[in-house]
C-alpha cells in the first residue's frame, strides 16, 4: 500500500472518529437536558370556573426541597393555548422581561430569582377572562434548560 493511500485511510478514519465523537456529545447534551429539574415542587393554582370579564389570580408556587441548594429559578414559562382567553393585568413580583418561546408556543416570563433550600416563592399572575371556552395547558417552571411542568385549566363562559 502506498503512502498516499495510508495517509487517505488515516484522514477517512480520524474524520469518522470526529463525527462519531460529535454525534455522541450531541445525544449527551440532549439526555442531559431533557431531565427534569431535580428537588423543587410546582402547584399552580386558579379557580376552575369564572365568566367572562372577570379577574382573578393564577398562582404559581415554586417549592426548593433541596436539602442545601439554592434553586436557580429563570423562568417560569406559560402555554399560549391557555393564555389564549385571558390578558394579564398583572404579575407579582414583576419579570425581567417576557417573550413567546416558538418551539413550545408558550410565553416565558423571565425571573432569574434564588429560592434558598427549604423555601418557597410564590408568583401572581392577575388574569381577566377574555373569551369563553375551557383554556388550559403546561406551566414550566425553569432552571436553565431543564423544568418541572404542572397544568392550568380554566373553564370561561359567557356572563350570565
Not at 454525534?23 to 447534551?29: E, L, Q, S, W
Not at 393564555?83 to 416558538?102: E, Q, R, W, Y
Not at 430569582?113 to 427549604?118: A, D, L, N, S, V
Amino acid at each position: 500500500m502506498t503512502t498516499s493511500k495510508k495517509l487517505i485511510l488515516w484522514g477517512c478514519g480520524i474524520a469518522a472518529a470526529v463525527v462519531v465523537a460529535g454525534i455522541a456529545a450531541v445525544v449527551f447534551f440532549i439526555v442531559y437536558a431533557a431531565q427534569d429539574a431535580k428537588g423543587v415542587g410546582i402547584a399552580v393554582t386558579g379557580p376552575p370556573d369564572v365568566q367572562v370579564g372577570d379577574t382573578f389570580k393564577l398562582t404559581v408556587a415554586v417549592t426548593n426541597e433541596r436539602p442545601d441548594k439554592n434553586f436557580a429559578l429563570s423562568d417560569i414559562d406559560i402555554a399560549e393555548k391557555y393564555l389564549a382567553g385571558f390578558t394579564i393585568s398583572t404579575i407579582d413580583p414583576h419579570p425581567k422581561s417576557n417573550m413567546h418561546v416558538p418551539i413550545d408556543n408558550s410565553r416565558s416570563y423571565t425571573f432569574d430569582t434564588p429560592i434558598p433550600p427549604g423555601q418557597s416563592r410564590i408568583f401572581t399572575f392577575t388574569l381577566r377572562a377574555e373569551k369563553a371556552g375551557l383554556y388550559h395547558g403546561d406551566v414550566d417552571i425553569c432552571e436553565g434548560l431543564r423544568f418541572v411542568t404542572d397544568q392550568a385549566q380554566t373553564s370561561v363562559t359567557e356572563k350570565k
